[in-house]
């Protein structure tokens, strides 16, 4: 239901479909749903080697490569990938990926609607949102392990009945075995320096968290966030831009629709509820809101998601 296909801020690109994505580069994909996709690469990608510049998606982004040989950038931070490597990234972070002819394995995409839905009640997948997770090498064993369930997904997700659930359980799965695969290799390193966009994400969630449990009564503001960084609110917002593509406002309403659309499809909550849940003063200021950023109200957007 997302009418925006992609923004450009400073000539990067920020995608909001794998569609859009594909049909900018000229990648091909398989019809697949909106909120979950599973594709094989090597039915996406040209006969050709592969250099994608600076680029970013606001949905959540597995690569599970079966042969590749090349290099995969995450917020500036560059890691060699190489047969067996599983790759995954958060919406809004900075990427960039050079690899090489041949290219084989999965890519999977998830937006946040679906997280939010099937994947939020798991706090140990937080690590998606507030973590940037490093590139993983599996060993050939367990990489046909993440494969088995790839291609369960791929098979499922040509399915009807109940397949957004079944592919949910496939999913935690997925993600729960690539954290412990994740701690496994990199328990001997150092972390990775934790940027102040990944706290910004790591409060501000908690901060959802706290709202729609009624232990706050609004989201905090953009110079709320500044202040608890010491960080001087001009300064926080462009920081936050020029790694996101987005401003701390315009991250914080993303949140809001999202969870706005979560709780239209999975609860009974009358828009005013809603609407009051959300932190909003007026159940018209947030009709007013959710149609600019989904074209839709909320109770038409309730009904077609039935």
């Known amino acids: 239901m ?136 599996l060993s050939a064993l367990l990489f046909a392990e993440f494969a088995a369930i790839s291609q369960q997904m791929l098979l499922e997700n040509l399915r009807g009945l109940f397949h957004e659930e079944v592919i949910s359980g496939l999913l935690i799965a997925f993600l729960y075995k690539a954290k412990r695969s994740g701690l496994h290799e990199y328990q001997d390193s150092p972390p990775l320096p934790k940027s102040t966009v990944d706290t910004f994400r790591q409060m501000m969630e908690q901060h959802w968290i706290e709202l729609t449990e009624g232990k706050r009564e609004q989201m905090p503001r953009t110079r709320d966030y500044a202040e608890w960084l010491h960080l001087h609110p001009k300064y926080f917002s462009r920081l936050i831009r020029a790694q996101t593509g987005d401003t701390p406002r315009a991250l914080i309403r993303q949140k809001q629709i999202h969870q706005a659309q979560s709780l239209l499809v999975r609860t009974t909550l009358t828009v005013k509820e809603i609407a009051y849940q959300l932190g909003f003063s007026e159940p018209g200021h947030f009709y007013r809101v959710f149609r600019k950023h989904t074209g839709y109200t909320p109770v038409q957007y309730r009904q077609q998601s039935q």
């Open 2 to 137: 997302e009418r925006i296909v992609y923004t450009m801020t400073s000539t990067i690109p920020t995608f909001h479909h794998p569609t859009n994505f594909a049909a900018f580069y000229g990648f091909s994909l398989q019809p697949s749903a909106v909120e979950f996709t599973v594709q094989r690469i090597e039915h996406c990608l040209p006969d050709t080697s592969i250099r994608l510049p600076l680029y970013r998606t606001s949905y959540f982004t597995i690569f599970l490569f079966e042969q590749v040989e090349g290099n995969y950038s995450i917020d500036h931070l560059t890691y060699s990938v190489q047969n067996y490597s599983l790759c995954i990234t958060s919406p809004g972070r900075l990427k960039s990926c050079e690899v090489a002819y041949p290219c084989r394995g999965y890519m999977i995409t998830i937006s946040e609607l679906f997280f939010k839905k099937y994947l939020s009640a798991y706090p140990d997948l937080s690590y998606l949102i507030t973590e940037a997770v490093p590139v993983i090498h």
